[in-house]
């Protein structure tokens, strides 16, 4: 784990990023990162968001083109507490966790006080429309450029990519949430960026059925304590035990036992 000065996102000014497993993380915080935004907006310049949760980092670092993936964002942050506490147990500051479910409510704000549009992209069908509809309810003037729930496969498909990024393209929106899940949300928005460079898109995972009210996220405390992903198991046993109990945990407790090991041998005399 190391870090380096990040010189994505000019003409803002440079962050540094921490090496957590194969991913570059931006050491910032959540209201910095929708400064960043906004100030790029005023520019008309565009960018990409991933949330690494350890998930995320865990695909990323057994696949070296899913890593290639990711570096290809403008901004990497921590969406979990174990990549949060590798950085500072390795000796890097990673001031806090910025998860996709809480961008998708400051973004939107964001974009509310700009004057931007939202295009939401993800979630079973009418799940979309409802998470626009709440979002436009909680902030006045917030403009939706539109909505999409893309059939399941669709990727896959001849001409399926395409058709999906097309009505999205048509809207010219100036931020696109898109709740596809780890890759497939990223490779979607990488195929949006060369149709509309100047938009800012946001892998979010669940962020958009989370807004629509299809679940609630865990309580504050629960979340510091980086046990949230209890809580999403609880709501979500039969899809979500495999991965968290035999895939993520594993490799969470590997990546933290690395972490200490690099702190230590980065002591001097050892």
């Given amino acids: 784990m190391s870090t380096e000065p990040a010189t994505r996102l000019d003409p803002l000014r440079p962050r540094r990023t921490v090496r957590v497993g194969a991913v570059d993380i931006f050491s910032l915080r959540e209201a910095e990162l929708v400064r960043m935004v906004e100030q790029s907006w005023r520019v008309r310049k565009g960018g990409w968001i991933v949330t690494a949760n350890v998930d995320i980092v865990r695909a990323a670092t057994r696949d070296r083109r899913l890593a290639e993936l990711v570096a290809e ?11 949060v506490w590798a950085g500072r147990i390795a000796g890097e500051p990673l001031p806090e966790r910025v998860t996709g479910a809480s961008l998708v409510f400051s973004l939107a704000e964001a974009a509310a006080r700009e004057g931007r549009s939202i295009y939401l992209l993800g979630g079973q069908p009418g799940v979309p429309e409802a998470a626009a509809k709440a979002l436009t309810e909680r902030y006045e003037g917030l403009i939706v450029a539109g909505t999409q729930s893309p059939e399941f496969g669709f990727e896959k498909t001849p001409g399926g990519l395409a058709a999906v990024a097309e009505l999205v393209v048509e809207a010219k929106p100036d931020l696109v949430l898109v709740g596809l899940g780890f890759p497939k949300q990223e490779h979607t928005i990488k195929a949006l960026r060369a149709a509309l460079p100047d938009s800012w898109y946001i892998g979010c995972g669940a962020g958009i059925p989370m807004a629509a009210g299809e679940f609630t996220r865990a309580p504050s405390a629960m979340q510091r304590m980086g046990a949230e992903w209890l809580h999403r198991l609880a709501l979500e046993p039969k899809r979500l035990a495999r991965r968290y109990l035999l895939e993520d ?22």
């Fill in 73 to 83: 964002a403008d901004v990497v942050v921590a969406d979990g507490m174990p990549v």
């Fill in 249 to 270: 945990a594993p490799f969470a407790l590997r990546l933290l036992a690395g972490a200490v090991r690099r702190r230590i041998s980065s002591k001097p005399g050892v």
